[in-house]
């Protein structure tokens, strides 16, 4: 089965500072999802890659995908505030047949304090 | 903000008894999944349901079951409730265009089981 791991596992930095997550997978990617999640609310989507290389950006938020789709990181530029939350990345697991279910491996996520 | 939505938000339950949560899903969205998050931890697959059918399962037991209705809307039930059921439970709602798979989470249920 496909494992995500997620690093670091918990992130605290001044307004202002750049940071970066990574995402590394124990199997090359289909896909790979996004999402930040405030402390037991729903996950919000952010962006998601599907080619090698693919890079994709919103607002200050920057995700890339490497060649090899098994690793992706997620760029905060100038952080605020408000980009406090957990940071999920979630594999797309392709169906084993036509008309199976497709879903989302996720990894345990990155809690990012963001201090004033 | 998506167009999923869940409920209740908050629920607390005895342990062996039953729970039911809801979930409707987002416009144009025929699929309907549902994962359990526990504390610390990322989303787990619960299972997957399609057309009114169920179409892939997680590895969770069969006390854990679920119905589509015709507007795509869903409910999740367990059966039996044990202590490690407590968790966030996020329903997701998606499709496939374009090549792209879009899923979409709902706020999610907290269950607690005492």
């Known amino acids: 089965s496909q494992e995500l791991e997620q690093s670091p596992q918990s992130l605290i930095v001044q307004e202002g500072k750049n940071l970066t997550i990574n995402c590394t997978s124990s199997?090359?990617?289909?896909?790979l999802y996004w999402y930040k999640q405030k402390y037991g609310e729903g996950l919000i989507f952010l962006m998601m890659?599907?080619?090698?290389?693919e890079e994709k950006s919103h607002e200050k938020i920057t995700a890339k995908l490497d060649e090899k789709k098994q690793q992706s990181s997620l760029h905060i530029t100038a952080s605020q505030p408000s980009h406090a939350g957990i940071y999920l990345c979630?594999?797309?697991?392709?169906?084993?047949?036509?008309?199976?279910?497709?879903?989302?491996?996720f990894g345990s996520g990155t809690q990012l304090t963001v201090l004033p | 903000e998506t167009g999923v939505t869940q409920s209740p938000t908050h629920l607390i339950k005895t342990r062996g008894q039953q729970v039911t949560l809801r979930c409707s899903s987002q416009?144009?969205?025929?699929?309907v999944s549902w994962y359990q998050q526990a504390l610390g931890q990322g989303p787990q697959f619960i299972f997957q349901?399609?057309?009114?059918?169920?179409?892939g399962r997680g590895n969770f037991p069969p006390r854990f079951s679920g119905l589509q209705f015709p507007n795509y809307s869903s409910e999740l039930n367990v059966n039996a409730l044990e202590l490690d059921d407590s968790a966030l439970y996020l329903c997701?709602?998606?499709?496939?265009?374009?090549?792209?798979?879009?899923?979409?989470f709902g706020p999610g249920t907290r269950l607690t089981v005492t």
């Open positions: 349901y399609y057309r009114e059918e169920e179409n």
């Open positions: 199997k090359t990617l289909y896909g």
């Open positions: 997701a709602s998606s499709r496939v265009a374009g090549g792209f798979y879009e899923q979409y």
């Open positions: 890659l599907q080619k090698g290389g």
């Open positions: 979630g594999a797309d697991i392709p169906p084993i047949s036509s008309g199976s279910a497709r879903q989302l491996t």
């Open positions: 416009s144009g969205h025929n699929t």
